[in-house]
């Protein structure tokens, strides 16, 4: 098989991460309840895993590191924590499910800043016409449909001077861009541990400003236990219940193989078999490829749409080849409706560290073949 699903799980992963979770099934017990060895050796995880995450997104106290089971968990805390009902909240055209329905939840007053696909200046514009007044804002770094790296650096300074706390959603940016947590002055962002910081599922990370966030879930947290609420202070506050002490380890893991590799080299490989990719791909007619002109525009991520053929068959008849991809709206209605591929959807290539070059030609091959049949 030919893995190019990355964007919606990184099912390649260094070595280390399995490994790092069977040795903490097998060695570590609940961080916090204890001082005897394995729940020493379980605390140890968790602080390394946020120091590592820390330094990568500099972040100056890894105690505003909270450990989350997904992007979606932290960013309904960090939403809730600053939206309520009726408050106005300006939002960028490619938003995923995990921010829209949590607003729409809390019964917020959508206002999309919608721009042009692969067209940073007019992201800016849009943010700039809408912030005055609003109680939040949210923006993705990187749009999981078309892999567009949005201008979350100047949108985070225009927020700064419009007193707007800023949400990022990171979840696909996190691995392959960086992310100056402290330096942007965000409230919050938040990323998932399993697509490119290459951990397993059921693990999350929130990064946030202070200790000001409310809490999603309310129980133990081996601190401050005589008292009914929860503690002041992070990561306490946000991390209710037992540890996923084995996620911890995997994506720990991970984090570390980054930091080796180094994020600009990620994205260096991730962009060379994209470019490989949509070259081969040119030779078959009757496929739509959403490409920017500006290769810094976008990361490893390619969605497509065929003539004649939906997206779902399309799909559908890479996975009988041997080519595992993403088909239909990927939890994204908002992105396809600003891009105009809503009643379509598209077909998604995303590339990971662990692809090769073979890889991409033969899978480009194969798409462009689904295209003539």
């Known amino acids: 098989m030919i893995y190019l699903d990355s964007a919606a799980t990184s099912l390649l992963k260094p070595a280390a991460v399995p490994y790092a979770m069977a040795r903490a099934v097998r060695t570590m017990a609940s961080p916090g309840r204890g001082a005897y060895d394995s729940a020493m050796a379980a605390a140890d995880t968790l602080l390394d895993c946020r120091l590592a995450l ?16 997904s992007a979606t968990h932290g960013l309904n805390i960090a939403i809730r924590s600053l939206v309520g009902p009726g408050d106005r909240v300006v939002i960028s055209g490619y938003e995923h499910n995990a921010v829209w329905r949590p607003l729409h939840a809390v019964g917020a007053r959508i206002d999309v800043a919608a721009s042009s696909l692969f067209r940073p200046e007019e992201a800016v514009r849009a943010f700039r016409e809408r912030l005055d007044g609003a109680k939040a804002a949210v923006c993705t770094q990187v749009s999981n449909v078309f892999g567009y790296i949005l201008p979350v650096e100047r949108i985070a300074a225009l ?40 951990g397993p599922q059921g693990t999350g990370v929130l990064l946030c400003s202070d200790a000001s966030a409310e809490p999603l879930l309310a129980g133990g947290t081996g ?5 009914a609420d929860m503690p002041a202070f992070l990561p306490d506050r ?29 994205l260096a490989h991730e962009r060379e078999l994209l470019a490989a990719f949509s070259r081969r791909l040119e030779r078959y007619p009757g496929v739509r490829q959403y490409l920017a002109r500006d290769s810094v525009c976008q990361t490893g991520v390619l969605s497509v749409s065929y003539d004649g053929v939906d997206c779902e068959t399309a799909a559908a008849r890479l996975a009988e080849r041997g080519v595992a991809v993403r088909a239909g709206l990927h939890c994204a209605p908002l992105a396809h409706r600003t891009a105009g591929t809503l009643d379509t959807g598209t077909v998604r290539f995303s590339f990971s560290p662990f692809n090769t070059l073979a890889e991409a030609l033969a899978a480009a091959d194969i798409a462009g073949e689904v295209s003539i049949h």
């Open 54 to 69: 820390a330094d990568l997104f500099c972040v100056r106290d890894p105690a505003r590191v909270v450990l989350t089971s």
């Open 159 to 198: 927020c700064r001077d419009a007193g707007v706390p800023l949400i990022v959603d990171a979840s696909q940016g996190a691995g392959c861009l960086g992310l100056d947590f402290d330096g942007m002055g965000c409230a919050f962002a938040a990323m998932p541990g399993h697509k490119g910081l290459l």
């Open 223 to 227: 601190s401050l236990s005589a008292e």
């Open 238 to 266: 946000l991390e209710a219940g037992t540890h996923n002490v084995p996620g911890a380890a995997g994506l720990l893991e991970g984090v570390r193989w980054l930091a080796r590799r180094t994020l600009p080299a990620v």
